[in-house]
Protein backbone atom coordinates (compact mmCIF):
# COMPACT_ATOMS: atom_id res chain seq x y z
CA UNK A 1 0.00 0.00 0.00
CA UNK A 2 1.81 3.49 -1.16
CA UNK A 3 0.82 5.84 1.35
CA UNK A 4 2.13 9.47 1.91
CA UNK A 5 2.57 11.16 5.12
CA UNK A 6 0.50 14.53 5.06
CA UNK A 7 -3.67 14.00 4.41
CA UNK A 8 -6.36 16.29 4.51
CA UNK A 9 -6.94 17.91 7.96
CA UNK A 10 -10.73 16.64 9.29
CA UNK A 11 -12.83 19.98 10.48
CA UNK A 12 -11.37 22.35 7.73
CA UNK A 13 -11.48 25.73 8.39
CA UNK A 14 -9.54 27.87 5.60
CA UNK A 15 -10.85 31.09 7.00
CA UNK A 16 -9.87 30.58 10.57
CA UNK A 17 -5.99 29.15 9.26
CA UNK A 18 -5.76 31.99 7.14
CA UNK A 19 -6.78 34.43 10.57
CA UNK A 20 -4.01 32.71 12.31
CA UNK A 21 -1.55 32.47 9.63
CA UNK A 22 -2.14 36.68 9.29
CA UNK A 23 -1.49 36.93 12.90
CA UNK A 24 1.33 34.94 13.08
CA UNK A 25 2.99 36.80 10.14
CA UNK A 26 2.41 40.25 11.51
CA UNK A 27 3.90 39.82 15.18
CA UNK A 28 7.01 41.72 15.04
CA UNK A 29 9.12 38.19 15.57
CA UNK A 30 6.86 36.19 13.07
CA UNK A 31 5.03 32.97 15.26
CA UNK A 32 6.27 30.29 12.95
CA UNK A 33 5.39 27.38 15.44
CA UNK A 34 2.07 28.69 13.93
CA UNK A 35 3.25 28.20 10.61
CA UNK A 36 4.83 24.68 11.30
CA UNK A 37 1.26 23.63 12.70
CA UNK A 38 -1.07 25.39 10.04
CA UNK A 39 1.07 24.37 6.71
CA UNK A 40 2.29 20.89 7.52
CA UNK A 41 -0.95 19.80 8.46
CA UNK A 42 -3.07 20.48 5.63
CA UNK A 43 -3.04 18.57 2.36
CA UNK A 44 -1.49 20.79 -0.67
CA UNK A 45 -5.60 21.26 -1.90
CA UNK A 46 -6.31 22.75 1.59
CA UNK A 47 -3.22 24.89 1.51
CA UNK A 48 -4.60 26.87 -1.67
CA UNK A 49 -7.79 26.99 0.07
CA UNK A 50 -6.15 29.04 2.59
CA UNK A 51 -4.39 31.33 -0.08
CA UNK A 52 -7.60 31.97 -1.78
CA UNK A 53 -8.79 32.89 2.12
CA UNK A 54 -5.83 34.71 2.59
CA UNK A 55 -5.57 36.68 -0.22
CA UNK A 56 -9.81 38.01 0.15
CA UNK A 57 -9.03 38.63 4.01
CA UNK A 58 -5.86 40.73 3.29
CA UNK A 59 -5.78 41.56 0.02
CA UNK A 60 -2.02 40.30 -0.31
CA UNK A 61 -0.32 37.33 -1.99
CA UNK A 62 0.54 34.21 0.67
CA UNK A 63 3.42 33.20 -0.71
CA UNK A 64 4.90 36.92 -1.10
CA UNK A 65 4.14 37.33 2.79
CA UNK A 66 6.33 34.23 3.56
CA UNK A 67 8.95 34.96 1.44
CA UNK A 68 8.99 38.58 2.94
CA UNK A 69 8.94 36.63 6.75
CA UNK A 70 11.38 34.17 6.46
CA UNK A 71 14.87 33.23 5.78
CA UNK A 72 16.62 30.10 4.58
CA UNK A 73 15.90 26.85 4.34
CA UNK A 74 12.92 27.25 6.69
CA UNK A 75 11.33 29.35 4.52
CA UNK A 76 12.26 27.15 1.24
CA UNK A 77 9.84 24.56 3.16
CA UNK A 78 7.28 26.98 4.02
CA UNK A 79 6.96 28.34 0.06
CA UNK A 80 7.39 25.01 -1.32
CA UNK A 81 4.57 23.32 0.38
CA UNK A 82 2.15 26.64 -0.94
CA UNK A 83 2.91 25.18 -4.63
CA UNK A 84 0.45 22.61 -6.48
CA UNK A 85 2.55 19.76 -7.22
CA UNK A 86 2.64 20.56 -10.58
CA UNK A 87 4.27 24.30 -10.48
CA UNK A 88 6.13 22.29 -7.21
CA UNK A 89 8.23 20.56 -10.29
CA UNK A 90 8.00 23.22 -12.93
CA UNK A 91 9.79 25.76 -9.90
CA UNK A 92 12.67 23.09 -9.26
CA UNK A 93 13.18 22.58 -12.84
CA UNK A 94 13.22 26.16 -13.49
CA UNK A 95 15.93 26.89 -11.32
CA UNK A 96 18.13 23.17 -11.73
CA UNK A 97 18.00 24.57 -15.23
CA UNK A 98 18.73 28.04 -14.95
CA UNK A 99 20.67 28.54 -12.14
CA UNK A 100 23.90 29.62 -11.93
CA UNK A 101 25.08 25.92 -12.36
CA UNK A 102 22.72 23.40 -14.35
CA UNK A 103 21.69 20.96 -11.01
CA UNK A 104 21.50 17.56 -13.26
CA UNK A 105 20.43 15.77 -9.72
CA UNK A 106 17.05 17.73 -9.79
CA UNK A 107 16.47 16.68 -13.38
CA UNK A 108 17.30 13.53 -12.91
CA UNK A 109 14.84 13.23 -9.47
CA UNK A 110 11.97 14.65 -11.37
CA UNK A 111 12.59 13.24 -14.80
CA UNK A 112 13.17 9.87 -13.88
CA UNK A 113 10.69 9.20 -11.23
CA UNK A 114 7.25 11.27 -12.42
CA UNK A 115 4.09 9.66 -14.59
CA UNK A 116 3.34 10.61 -18.16
CA UNK A 117 -0.26 12.62 -16.74
CA UNK A 118 2.22 14.46 -13.87
CA UNK A 119 5.10 15.59 -16.61
CA UNK A 120 2.25 16.70 -18.61
CA UNK A 121 1.02 19.06 -16.09
CA UNK A 122 4.60 20.35 -14.76
CA UNK A 123 5.24 21.20 -18.51
CA UNK A 124 1.50 22.83 -18.88
CA UNK A 125 2.72 24.89 -15.40
CA UNK A 126 6.22 25.34 -16.62
CA UNK A 127 4.95 27.52 -19.25
CA UNK A 128 2.17 28.78 -17.61
CA UNK A 129 4.75 30.20 -15.10
CA UNK A 130 7.96 31.03 -17.21
CA UNK A 131 6.52 31.44 -20.41
CA UNK A 132 9.23 29.02 -21.58
CA UNK A 133 9.00 25.34 -23.11
CA UNK A 134 10.74 23.02 -20.48
CA UNK A 135 11.74 20.74 -23.61
CA UNK A 136 13.70 23.28 -25.18
CA UNK A 137 15.21 24.48 -22.21
CA UNK A 138 16.59 21.43 -21.64
CA UNK A 139 17.73 21.25 -25.22
CA UNK A 140 19.70 24.19 -24.52
CA UNK A 141 21.13 23.68 -20.56
CA UNK A 142 22.38 19.86 -21.31
CA UNK A 143 23.88 18.38 -23.30
CA UNK A 144 25.05 14.59 -24.64
CA UNK A 145 23.20 10.90 -24.42
CA UNK A 146 21.72 12.83 -21.29
CA UNK A 147 20.08 15.61 -22.48
CA UNK A 148 18.64 13.05 -25.26
CA UNK A 149 17.23 10.39 -22.72
CA UNK A 150 15.95 14.13 -20.43
CA UNK A 151 14.21 15.03 -23.66
CA UNK A 152 12.54 11.35 -24.40
CA UNK A 153 11.39 11.70 -20.63
CA UNK A 154 10.27 15.11 -20.68
CA UNK A 155 7.53 13.75 -24.00
CA UNK A 156 5.68 11.35 -21.35
CA UNK A 157 5.03 8.77 -23.92
CA UNK A 158 5.92 5.76 -22.02
CA UNK A 159 3.63 3.05 -22.40
CA UNK A 160 1.00 2.52 -19.73
CA UNK A 161 0.17 -1.20 -18.72
CA UNK A 162 1.10 -3.01 -21.67
CA UNK A 163 3.36 -6.16 -21.46
CA UNK A 164 4.61 -8.38 -23.94
CA UNK A 165 7.08 -11.27 -22.97
CA UNK A 166 7.84 -12.04 -26.06
CA UNK A 167 9.72 -8.41 -27.23
CA UNK A 168 11.07 -8.54 -23.32
CA UNK A 169 14.18 -10.87 -24.54
CA UNK A 170 14.70 -8.89 -28.00
CA UNK A 171 14.71 -5.92 -25.67
CA UNK A 172 16.81 -7.25 -22.87
CA UNK A 173 19.22 -8.50 -25.93
CA UNK A 174 19.34 -4.81 -26.95
CA UNK A 175 20.22 -3.19 -23.70
CA UNK A 176 23.07 -5.89 -23.61
CA UNK A 177 24.27 -5.25 -26.38
CA UNK A 178 24.20 -1.44 -25.56
CA UNK A 179 26.01 -2.30 -22.58
CA UNK A 180 28.98 -4.11 -24.85
CA UNK A 181 29.45 -1.89 -27.62
CA UNK A 182 28.48 1.53 -26.05
CA UNK A 183 28.80 3.29 -29.43
CA UNK A 184 25.91 6.34 -30.06
CA UNK A 185 23.23 4.22 -31.75
CA UNK A 186 23.51 1.67 -29.05
CA UNK A 187 23.05 4.48 -26.39
CA UNK A 188 20.23 5.87 -28.60
CA UNK A 189 18.42 2.08 -28.30
CA UNK A 190 19.52 1.35 -24.43
CA UNK A 191 17.48 5.09 -23.58
CA UNK A 192 14.23 4.51 -26.10
CA UNK A 193 14.01 1.09 -24.51
CA UNK A 194 14.23 2.62 -20.69
CA UNK A 195 12.08 5.64 -21.75
CA UNK A 196 9.23 4.25 -23.36
CA UNK A 197 8.74 0.94 -22.13
CA UNK A 198 5.98 0.44 -19.76
CA UNK A 199 6.91 -0.31 -15.99
CA UNK A 200 5.23 -3.66 -16.57
CA UNK A 201 7.08 -4.45 -19.65
CA UNK A 202 10.80 -3.40 -17.99
CA UNK A 203 10.59 -5.60 -15.05
CA UNK A 204 10.04 -8.51 -17.37
CA UNK A 205 13.11 -6.71 -19.89
CA UNK A 206 15.19 -6.88 -16.71
CA UNK A 207 15.38 -10.14 -15.51
CA UNK A 208 15.14 -11.41 -19.11
CA UNK A 209 18.68 -9.39 -19.29
CA UNK A 210 19.84 -10.88 -16.06
CA UNK A 211 19.14 -14.21 -17.46
CA UNK A 212 21.35 -13.33 -20.91
CA UNK A 213 24.16 -11.82 -18.86
CA UNK A 214 24.29 -13.19 -15.41
CA UNK A 215 24.54 -9.61 -14.36
CA UNK A 216 21.71 -7.20 -12.57
CA UNK A 217 21.20 -4.16 -15.19
CA UNK A 218 22.07 -1.95 -12.74
CA UNK A 219 25.52 -3.17 -12.33
CA UNK A 220 25.65 -3.41 -16.13
CA UNK A 221 25.34 0.12 -16.84
CA UNK A 222 27.37 1.28 -13.88
CA UNK A 223 30.08 -0.59 -15.64
CA UNK A 224 29.70 0.62 -19.22
CA UNK A 225 28.48 4.11 -18.91
CA UNK A 226 29.78 6.94 -16.26
CA UNK A 227 28.54 10.56 -15.98
CA UNK A 228 25.14 12.07 -15.33
CA UNK A 229 24.03 9.72 -18.76
CA UNK A 230 24.60 6.49 -15.93
CA UNK A 231 23.42 8.02 -13.17
CA UNK A 232 19.85 8.86 -14.96
CA UNK A 233 19.34 5.72 -16.38
CA UNK A 234 20.24 3.96 -13.03
CA UNK A 235 17.33 6.46 -11.84
CA UNK A 236 15.00 5.11 -14.75
CA UNK A 237 15.78 1.78 -13.71
CA UNK A 238 15.57 2.65 -9.63
CA UNK A 239 12.49 4.18 -10.09
CA UNK A 240 10.47 0.91 -12.02
CA UNK A 241 11.82 -1.10 -9.66
CA UNK A 242 10.64 0.68 -6.46
CA UNK A 243 10.18 4.16 -6.46
CA UNK A 244 10.58 4.61 -2.14
CA UNK A 245 13.39 2.65 -2.50
CA UNK A 246 15.23 5.24 -4.92
CA UNK A 247 14.07 8.26 -3.40
CA UNK A 248 15.05 6.68 0.08
CA UNK A 249 18.40 6.23 -1.12
CA UNK A 250 18.59 9.71 -2.45
CA UNK A 251 17.68 11.37 0.67
CA UNK A 252 20.53 9.14 2.90
CA UNK A 253 22.88 10.36 0.27
CA UNK A 254 21.59 13.98 0.37
CA UNK A 255 21.69 13.93 4.45
CA UNK A 256 25.39 11.43 4.54
CA UNK A 257 27.24 12.16 0.94
CA UNK A 258 27.28 16.26 1.07
CA UNK A 259 26.83 16.89 5.03
CA UNK A 260 23.10 17.37 4.09
CA UNK A 261 22.10 18.44 0.89
CA UNK A 262 19.51 20.93 1.77
CA UNK A 263 17.43 21.54 -1.31
CA UNK A 264 17.51 17.86 -1.94
CA UNK A 265 16.08 16.44 1.27
CA UNK A 266 13.51 19.64 1.06
CA UNK A 267 12.62 18.37 -2.23
CA UNK A 268 11.84 14.97 -1.98
CA UNK A 269 9.67 15.26 1.42
CA UNK A 270 7.27 18.14 0.15
CA UNK A 271 7.12 16.40 -3.67
CA UNK A 272 6.56 13.00 -1.96
CA UNK A 273 5.11 13.60 1.06
CA UNK A 274 0.95 13.13 -0.35
CA UNK A 275 2.37 10.08 -2.51
CA UNK A 276 4.92 7.96 -1.01
CA UNK A 277 6.80 9.48 2.06
CA UNK A 278 5.43 6.49 4.90
CA UNK A 279 6.72 4.39 2.07
CA UNK A 280 9.82 6.19 1.66
CA UNK A 281 10.03 6.52 5.55
CA UNK A 282 9.97 2.38 5.72
CA UNK A 283 12.33 1.76 3.13
CA UNK A 284 15.03 4.22 4.81
CA UNK A 285 14.70 2.56 8.07
CA UNK A 286 14.75 -0.89 6.43
CA UNK A 287 17.98 -0.13 3.82
CA UNK A 288 20.16 2.20 6.39
CA UNK A 289 19.36 0.95 10.06
CA UNK A 290 18.38 4.77 11.69
CA UNK A 291 14.98 6.49 10.85
CA UNK A 292 15.17 9.19 8.30
CA UNK A 293 13.07 11.35 11.51
CA UNK A 294 16.35 10.51 13.08
CA UNK A 295 19.12 11.16 10.60
CA UNK A 296 17.19 14.77 9.96
CA UNK A 297 17.12 15.37 13.74
CA UNK A 298 20.89 14.53 13.80
CA UNK A 299 21.76 17.10 10.71
CA UNK A 300 19.11 20.12 10.58
CA UNK A 301 18.11 22.32 13.60
CA UNK A 302 15.67 25.12 14.64
CA UNK A 303 12.23 25.67 13.34
CA UNK A 304 13.93 24.36 9.64
CA UNK A 305 14.35 20.96 11.75
CA UNK A 306 10.70 20.90 12.93
CA UNK A 307 9.29 21.96 9.74
CA UNK A 308 11.05 18.68 7.74
CA UNK A 309 9.82 16.52 11.04
CA UNK A 310 6.71 17.46 10.68
CA UNK A 311 6.37 16.87 7.14
CA UNK A 312 8.28 13.43 7.83
CA UNK A 313 5.48 12.71 10.53
CA UNK A 314 8.12 10.31 12.30
CA UNK A 315 6.62 8.18 15.44
CA UNK A 316 7.79 8.19 18.83
CA UNK A 317 9.90 5.37 18.16
CA UNK A 318 11.64 7.32 15.35
CA UNK A 319 13.46 9.52 17.93
Given at each position: ?????????????????????????Q???????????????????????????????????????????????????????????????????????????????C??????????????????????????????????E?????????M?????T??????????????????????????????????????????????????????????????????????????????????????????????????????????????????????????????????????L???????????????????????????
Open positions: QIQGTIFPAPNFNPIMDAQLLGGALRISCEKDVLIDILTQRCNSQRLMIAEAYRDMYGRDLITDLKENLSHHFKEVMVGLMYPPASYDAHELWHALKGVDTEEKLIDILASRSNMEIFQMKEAYLMEYNNDLQQDIDSTSGHFRDTLNLAQGRMEGYADPSTAVQDAMILWEACQQKTGEHKNMLQMILCNKSYQQLWMVFQEFQNISGQDIVDAINECYDGYFQELLVAIVLCVRDKPSYFAYRLYNAIHDFGFHNKTVIRILIARSEIDLMNIRQRYKERYGKSFHDIKHFASGHYESALLAICAGDAEDY
